[in-house]
């Protein structure tokens, strides 16, 4: 099994930046497809970006698009979420997720579809 830890969350003005970490250990992290996800109080888990295992392919949900970039460090075994122009509404906690995947080019865009999930981390935007 592979554990994940998310870190790099905090407080930030609306219109700033954050970068996301997830740190992956007991595993080899260029075998899995690689996500984040977001939740806030009273909503439901929402995706908002995928990565392939090849760090090429990627997918973002609406609310990501052109604001936060997914990249991946296979040989230090971490991704990362860059989070620039950040509103209110992006405040949530973070979760760094790892897919089993059959290719190289495989994203995952459901949460169904991962198999480990780090235990999150808070971000809180102010306005």
């Known amino acids: 099994q592979v554990q994940l830890v998310e870190s790099g969350g905090g407080l930030v003005q609306a219109g700033g930046s954050l970068r996301l970490s997830c740190a992956a250990s007991?595993?080899?992290?260029?075998?899995?497809?690689m996500g984040w996800f977001r939740q806030a109080p009273g909503k439901e888990r929402e995706f908002v970006a995928a990565?392939?295992?090849?760090?090429?392919?990627?997918h973002y949900g609406d609310s990501a698009e052109g604001r936060f970039t997914i990249s991946r460090d296979n040989v230090k075994n971490m991704v990362y979420l860059q989070m620039n122009i950040l509103k209110p509404e992006d405040s949530a906690v973070y979760y760094c997720?790892?897919?089993?995947?059959?290719?190289?080019?495989?994203?995952?865009?459901?949460?169904?579809?991962?198999?480990?999930w780090g235990q999150g981390t808070q971000v809180t935007v102010s306005s």
């Open positions: 997720a790892a897919a089993l995947v059959g290719g190289y080019t495989t994203v995952v865009a459901t949460p169904r579809g991962y198999d480990y």
């Open positions: 990565l392939s295992l090849n760090g090429v392919v990627t």
């Open positions: 007991g595993g080899v992290l260029s075998t899995y497809a």
